[in-house]
């Protein structure tokens, strides 16, 4: 059986993306999964989404990570899909649809690639020692760094996310430098055991974590820079919850082909 896939990227974080409205594809092979999502043996991808028909929504987004596995939240994933239900004429220029961790809201531009992304309410930022910890559709630690350009991103995120705290249920790795008047984000996620060029829950929750940090309240826009590119982040706290918070950048199509499963 063949598959029409597009392949989207958001400031460097790739996604394949299937139109399954028709509900004929069956995604519940991991092993299939992952072995679309490998760079040498597949199409390549940090995850695999499923654009499928959901009654009082514009349509719903089913995420798997690279390794397979269904997955949480992915931010930069959801705008990408967003600018994938736009060029299917889904949606025009705004859309309200369903993800793992529930509705969400999205703008899109007209020329159809910067997405505006409406996430999770916050009402919780933990502490781990120094580090931030706390849950935007996927759970992040937070650490500041120095020299974060050169920092092996790879062996200090691996060493975090498999330590005795979370090695059972995972959690993505952000090292945070100040850079202008925003950060410069650097990210190892689990399910793709690795580092990506960018993290769309990753930085919303450096930019709640950063607003903490330095006991700032009100409305918030954060501007940060990843290996991928930029992207903004803007919210608004009382110090304690933080809601109304859009993850903003870019979301473009690369190519389209077909697939044998």
Same mark, same amino acid.
């Given at each position: 059986?063949?598959?029409k896939?597009?392949?989207y ?6 996604f394949i993306l299937v139109d399954n409205?028709?509900?004929?594809i +069956?995604?519940?092979?991991p &092993?299939? =999964?992952?072995?679309l999502? /490998? ?6 991808? !940090?995850?695999?989404m499923?654009l499928?028909d959901?009654?009082g ?20 994933g ?12 889904i949606?025009?220029d705004e859309?309200?649809?369903?993800a793992? +961790?529930?509705?969400h809201y &999205?703008? =899109?531009?007209?020329?159809? /690639?910067w ?5 999770? !309410? ?7 020692g120094?580090a931030?910890?706390l849950?935007?559709g996927?759970p ?8 974060l ?12 996310r ?5 090695k059972?249920?995972?959690?993505n ?14 990210t190892f996620?689990?399910g793709?055991e690795d580092?990506t060029?960018?993290?769309?829950t990753?930085v919303?929750?450096v930019?709640?974590?950063m607003a903490?940090?330095?006991h700032q ?9 990843v ?6 982040i803007?919210?608004e706290?009382?110090?304690t919850h933080y809601d109304?918070?859009?993850?903003e ?7 389209e082909?077909?697939?044998?499963i």
């Open positions: 059986m063949n598959i896939f597009y392949k990227q958001g400031a460097g974080n790739d409205r028709s509900n004929t +069956d995604h519940s092979d &092993a299939l =999964i992952a072995r999502c /490998d760079r040498r043996f597949g199409i390549g991808g !940090d995850g695999m499923f499928q959901k009654p929504y514009d349509f719903e987004m089913v995420y798997y990570n690279a390794d397979g596995q269904p997955s949480s939240m992915c931010g930069n959801g705008r990408c899909i967003v600018a994938f239900a736009k060029f299917l004429r949606i025009d859309t309200n649809f369903l793992v +961790d529930g509705p &999205a703008k =899109i531009s007209a020329s159809g /690639d997405v505006s992304l409406q996430m999770i !309410d916050v009402n919780e930022i933990a502490r781990d120094e931030y910890v849950n935007t996927s992040h630690y937070i650490a500041m760094a120095s020299g350009k050169n920092k092996d991103v790879y062996h200090d995120g691996y060493a975090i498999n330590n005795d705290t979370y059972a249920k995972g959690i790795v952000n090292f945070v430098e100040p850079e202008g008047n925003g950060y410069f984000v650097r996620e689990r793709v580092e060029y960018a993290c769309g990753g919303t929750a930019a709640l974590a903490a940090k330095n309240t009100g409305k918030i826009n954060t501007p940060i820079k290996l991928g590119g930029d992207l903004n803007r919210f706290t009382d110090g109304h918070i859009f993850l950048g870019p979301a473009k199509l690369v190519f082909g077909e697939v044998e």
